[in-house]
């Protein structure tokens, strides 16, 4: 589909949305049994069992760790890549929801740990199959390859190098593009795209002082940090500490290790004009411009090294009502979002936005439009 003939996507989606039941279901399944970064056995089997339901796809288990990927192909065209994640947080919920989870688990240092989707992850997963429902109902208006990826280890920064290091590109055709949208407290509805750089780098360390007091540890904590959060050149922020140490007397060579890495995440400025346009063909005034955020993601280490345009959006998940009456009274910094124990999306109109969003990106990309890119 050619990115100028968007007059048709409104249609199409209005023709082949499926309905959402199943998907409200599985996602109210997967909220109430999430599982921590590298254990998503269980959410990977539902996710595989669900994909497994449309005959015509290829499905791939068990890639660098729980990954589950399904691909169908639909003659000659693009390869068009869509990303959702499988793992949830070390995070206790405190909703009155009725689904909300009670899980516990044990962690990779052998703590009992309550688990959470605090990230929308269970909604990124039912969205994503209900979009994959949606595109395969159209199928006569595109043509190229579909291919849906549930990476592991998101949250932990970890599942996407893994799924690389298993060979992803060996296993499935080279995508022409990468698509992934992010759940956030914004209102329920809400599309929030831009171009460039979206998404911060993040790297993370494990630092162990061996200091004779407490407050010796803890100065050197303070005084590192304003150096720490310029930087991230792993060599140099060992030795800001590893200074800090040495001005204040410690005796012992401290421990320093790097624990975690994202790169930074910045939208091709082609493919997300293209998009944007797709979008607010669809949306309208529900389209909103993405600010940039502090926060990290790995998503796009799967194209920066092989130099492949991805696109990367926001959903907004809070219930409409709640969000006006906080935004009159000027509350809205109050609304819990991500990575809050209080997390709670409103069900069909997040999977509902969800589902078209994606399927918006698909029909974009799928035809011609992505050869423009």
Not at 116 to 123: K, N
Not at 189 to 194: A, E, P, Q, T
Request: charged fraction near 25%.
């Amino acid at each position: 589909m050619s990115h100028k003939d968007t007059s048709r996507l409104k249609d199409i989606i209005e023709r082949n949305r499926p309905h959402l039941e199943q998907y409200q279901d599985l996602y109210r399944e997967l909220h109430a049994d999430p599982e921590l970064s590298g254990q998503e056995a269980n959410s990977a089997s539902k996710i595989s069992r669900a994909l497994k339901e449309h005959q015509e796809l290829e499905v791939i288990s068990n890639l660098g760790g729980h990954g589950v990927v399904g691909i169908f192909k639909n003659g000659e065209g693009p390869v068009v890549l869509l990303i959702s994640e499988l793992d949830a947080l070390p995070l206790e919920e405190r909703t009155s929801l009725p689904y909300a989870s009670k899980k516990h688990m044990t962690d990779t240092r052998g703590n009992i740990v309550p688990v959470l989707h605090g990230c929308g992850h269970d909604i990124h997963m039912a969205s994503l199959l209900a979009a994959i429902d949606l595109v395969l109902r159209a199928r006569s208006a595109w043509s190229g390859t579909l291919i849906a990826l549930f990476q592991p280890a998101e949250e932990t920064f970890q599942g996407a190098q893994a799924m690389l290091n298993d060979g992803l590109y060996s296993k499935i055709p080279r995508p022409s593009i990468l698509l992934a949208q992010n759940t956030t407290k914004d209102k329920a509805g809400r599309v929030l795209i831009s171009t460039g750089p979206v998404m911060a780098v993040c790297e993370s360390y494990t630092i162990r002082v061996h200091g004779k007091t407490a407050t010796a540890q803890a100065y050197i904590y303070a005084s590192t940090q304003s150096s720490l959060a310029r930087t991230h050149s792993f060599a140099y922020n060992r030795l800001v500490v590893r200074a800090e140490c040495v001005a204040s007397r410690l005796e012992r060579e401290l421990d320093i290790e790097r624990m975690r890495c994202a790169p930074p995440t910045v939208n091709d400025d082609c493919a997300t004009s293209i998009l944007k346009e797709s979008l607010l063909t669809v949306f309208g005034g529900d389209v909103r411009k993405m600010e940039p955020d502090t926060a990290s993601e790995e998503f796009s280490m799967l194209a920066r090294p092989y130099n492949i345009p991805y696109v990367y959006w926001n959903l907004g998940s809070t219930d409409p009502e709640t969000w006006d009456e906080a935004e009159g009274k000027g509350e809205v910094d109050g609304i819990p979002g991500n990575h809050s124990s209080e997390f709670r999306p409103v069900v069909e109109e997040s999977l509902r936005r969800g589902m078209d969003a994606m399927a918006v990106a698909t029909l974009t990309f799928l035809g011609e439009g992505v050869g423009r890119v």
